[in-house]
T-cell receptor, first 113, second 107 residues
Framework: NAGVTQTPKFQVLKTGQSMTLQCAQDMNHEYMSWYRQDPGMGLRLIHYSVGAGITDQGEVPNGYNVSRSTTEDFPLRLLSAAPSQTSVYFC????????????FGPGTRLLVL | LAKTTQPISMDSYEGQEVNITCSHNNIATNDYITWYQQFPSQGPRFIIQGYKTKVTNEVASLFIPADRKSSTLSLPRVSLSDTAVYYCLVNTGKLIFGQGTTLQVKP
């Protein structure tokens, strides 16, 4: 198993541009989530999904959209990038619930100029 | 959602036992207590999870008193490679991370 994969590893955007951060898992996990981590801070939950077709907001959802059309993929879309969205983004998955062991991806480092 | 409070940082020396305590006064009946470890430039990694009393695995032990309002992660005989940020989490529906405890292990 590849586990949780994220692409790209690093991205530079200009303010106002849009992009999609990709996340995929091959463990047949139902629960997937997106976090952002700013320097010296803990992770903050952006959006999560308990299964295909079901998504919900986390702590900091503004400026981000998600969809879950398949069990494997959970892309995160930035509609109009802002410098405040400069951060490291982590995707995670678990078998069925948030309380279970979460497997994290390697992260995507995003810089918005 | 149960809020957790843990020390911002701790120092230790190689070979010592390290205990990191987390407070979660508003823990709900169905909440589990979970600890994660994060190294720089990596995603968090699951360490241990428990509901009550004591849980032990090959990496750590987790002590939870009867009232479940706190928990203590115990790392036996730490090494330099245990230098990391440790997060205590309590949640039912979604996983919310606090600031964590930065553990610095010195030679």
């Amino acid at each position: 198993n590849a586990g949780v994969t994220q692409t790209p590893k690093f991205q530079v955007l200009k303010t106002g541009q849009s992009m999609t951060l990709q996340c995929a898992q091959d463990m047949n996990h139902e629960y997937m989530s997106w976090y952002r981590q700013d320097p010296g801070m803990g992770l903050r939950l952006i959006h999560y999904s308990v299964g295909a077709g079901i998504t919900d907001q986390g702590e900091v959802p503004n400026g981000y959209n998600v969809s879950r059309s398949t069990t494997e993929d959970f892309p995160l879309r930035l509609l109009s990038a802002a410098p405040s969205q400069t951060s490291v983004y982590f995707c995670a998955s678990s078998y069925s619930r948030a309380q279970e062991t979460q497997y994290f991806g390697p992260g995507t480092r995003l810089l918005v100029l | 959602l149960a809020k957790t409070t843990q020390p911002i940082s701790m120092d230790s020396y190689e070979g010592q036992e390290v205990n990191i305590t987390c407070s979660h006064n508003n823990i709900a009946t169905n909440d589990y207590i979970t600890w994660y470890q994060q190294f720089p430039s990596q995603g968090p990694r699951f360490i241990i999870q428990g509901y009550k009393t004591k849980v032990t695995n090959e990496v750590a032990s987790l002590f939870i008193p009867a009232d479940r309002k706190s928990s203590t992660l115990s790392l036996p005989r730490v090494s330099l490679s245990d230098t990391a940020v440790y997060y205590c989490l309590v949640n039912t529906g979604k996983l919310i991370f606090g600031q964590g405890t930065t553990l610095q292990v010195k030679p």
